[in-house]
């Protein structure tokens, strides 16, 4: 990433640079990027002020388009179940993230430091395997799912965001550890910490902050995901919350002020993780272009 | 992880050099991997070209040959989806142009940017489901569209873009662009970050505008990241779209909005139809297949 562009050369004058712009005028610029950037900001806070305006009506005060009460939110819970929702989401996440690391660290380990024969040829099949949309193997992938009885509980769901999640994980883990020295591992192994030694007491403790990105990616991908809770959670009673309020959405029957104070509670943790980790995210997206 | 400690010990007889002890380490390492990606993903793209070929409600199958995908090609619903996919990509440049622009407007830095960019990466953590929701009620009758539009004193226009079959689409476009500017903001903005700042000072002072100095240095450094942006952007389009459309329009009105990843669903899950909804499955599959080779090249020009 270091061939820039070179800066314009017909102009090398040795003359003074051109003098700066009055101090006014750089103030009244500032100001209208502030108010540009402020516009922006509108828009993207646009959907949150939806969604607590609509969430502070009744349905009646919703309709009518006049006042404010907190009737939608008191009648929350007989509107949606959103407490076994939220919790139906936290364990589908949390299983899947589980899995995810406890399979694609190693996997990333191998692929960068113990090479096998072959190895690039399967580190390349796997990574391809993440431009494989679920919906292009959706039939196939629903009938095993089901034919294999894991469509009643969390186990089938979990599985399926494990598999989808894998492939890029890896790819994270394996682009990690490539920065990771070699001598480290071979001195674990000298040590006679075996390599599963290593993985467990050096490996992982070095990959903390690789863990935090895949964490944080795969938690706000599996949070706001539909298809999958849609399709592999067969019971009702364990629907994940964007599953339960995209349904109750397209039934159309639902009052909007309280689909809108469903909507908000689904979207606080996402944003709060969100919020919290942002940099591991920046991270996890431009990991292979960005060094 | 205990089986794996144990396989590793049986098979490491003394009979093996650390050399080879080392490769069958990380051969069971990455063997947990496999396993799920092969199981989940690798053995269903089998199975959906095989049952391309079949007549398959989910149960029982019956071959029939390659006359399922002539008879695909004849079906005007698959041709309206992929239209439809089509006229979606006029987005893209939207979803890529407007980041950039506000990207830009990050980096000059006025006071108070990092708030400003918390803010707009905001939506980027909410679900599309939710992002759904809320785009219906901007473009419903009595939503916020119609009363920018009577705010500007046209009091008797009114728009129901999700209403109708000809502006539906542009409907789904146009949330489209807003859910992705989060995520190719930050994209750029890392791109910017990594432009050194002493070169565009240098460019000024040599005289050149700021224009010149978007055109000719900024720009080409985020040449990378614009690739990665676009291919990511296209495959959200091809592959993401399912939670908006499902809440906004279920597909409609009419098919006005299925694209190819609901023409799937619907055909496999409302109709019964497995058999034709794999083949379907099997073209989306080919379309991404195609884009995604372009981010291998890119990932891959990086080793």
């Known amino acids: 990433m270091t061939t820039l562009a070179t800066p314009p050369q017909e102009s090398e004058r040795e003359e003074a640079p051109p003098a700066p712009p009055s101090q006014a005028r750089r103030h009244v610029g500032r100001w209208i990027l502030f108010g540009m950037m402020l516009c922006v900001a509108v828009i993207m806070l646009y959907p949150f002020w939806v969604m607590i305006i609509t969430s502070l009506k009744s349905e009646t005060q919703f309709l009518s388009g006049g006042g404010f009460s907190w009737l939608s939110w008191k009648t929350l819970t007989d509107n949606i179940p959103i407490f076994q929702e939220v919790l139906s989401s936290t364990i589908v996440c949390s ?84 920065g990771v020295p070699d001598e480290l591992i071979e001195a674990g192994i000298v040590d006679g910490l075996g390599y599963v030694g290593v993985l467990g007491r050096l490996v992982v403790p070095i990959a903390v902050p690789a863990i935090a990105t895949v964490t944080v990616l795969q938690f706000i991908q599996i949070w706001d995901d539909l298809l999958v809770g849609l399709l592999f959670i067969q019971n009702t009673s364990e629907r994940p919350i964007t599953v339960g309020l995209a349904v109750l959405a397209a039934g159309r029957t639902t009052s909007i002020p309280a689909l809108m104070a469903g909507s908000l509670v689904s979207a606080l943790p996402a944003m709060l993780v969100y919020l919290g980790f942002q940099r591991y995210l920046v991270k996890g997206l431009t990991m292979g272009i960005d060094r | 992880m205990s089986v794996i400690t144990a396989t590793t010990k049986q098979n490491a007889g003394p009979w093996m050099t650390l050399r080879r002890r080392r490769q069958f380490a990380g051969f069971l390492f990455t063997l947990p991997a496999l396993a799920l990606v092969i199981g989940f993903i690798g053995i269903p793209i089998g199975q959906a070209i095989y049952y391309s070929f079949t007549s398959w409600n989910g149960l029982t199958s019956q071959w029939i040959g390659p006359s399922t995908w002539s008879q695909a090609f004849h079906n005007s619903n698959l041709w309206t989806a992929l239209q439809n996919n089509a006229l979606l990509l006029l987005s893209v440049p939207f979803a890529l142009g407007l980041p950039l622009c506000i990207a830009v407007l990050l980096h000059q830095r006025v006071a108070g940017w990092k708030v400003f960019r918390s803010i707009y990466f905001m939506p980027t953590a909410i679900s599309w489901v939710v992002l759904g929701l809320v785009a219906e009620r901007f473009f419903a009758y009595q939503g916020t569209l119609n009363s920018i539009i009577h705010f500007f004193g046209f009091s008797h226009t009114n728009t129901n873009m999700l209403g109708y079959e000809s502006t539906a689409l542009s409907a789904l476009g146009i949330t489209f662009v807003f859910t992705m500017i ?112 372009v981010q291998l090249r890119l990932i891959g020009s990086d080793e």
């Open chain 1, 95 to 178: 299983a899947s993230i589980f899995v995810i690391l406890c399979v694609g660290l190693p996997a990333g380990f191998a692929f960068s430091k113990l090479r096998f024969r072959a190895s690039t040829t399967i580190f390349l099949g796997l990574v391809s395997a993440m431009m494989v949309p679920l919906q292009a193997i959706l039939m196939p992938e629903f009938v095993n799912v089901t034919k294999l009885g894991l469509t009643g509980g969390y186990f089938g769901a979990i599985l399926v965001y494990a598999a989808l999640g894998t492939p890029f994980s890896t790819f994270l883990f394996t682009t990690y550890f490539r």
């Open chain 2, 182 to 293: 989060g995520t190719n903001t930050m994209l750029f903005l890392t791109g910017l970050a990594t432009l050194d700042p002493t070169l565009e000072e240098a460019a000024r002072i040599d005289g050149a505008g700021r224009w010149r100095i978007f055109r000719s240095i900024t720009l080409p450094h985020l040449s990378r990241f614009i690739q990665l942006a676009f291919v990511m952007t296209v495959i959200a389009l091809f592959s993401a779209l399912f939670s908006l459309i499902f809440v906004m329009t279920g597909g409609g009105p009419g098919y006005a909005t299925t694209t190819m990843e609901f023409l799937i669903y619907q055909t496999g899950f409302n109709q019964g139809d497995f058999g034709t909804a794999a083949l379907y499955g099997i073209i989306l599959f080919v379309l991404t297949a195609i884009v995604g080779i």
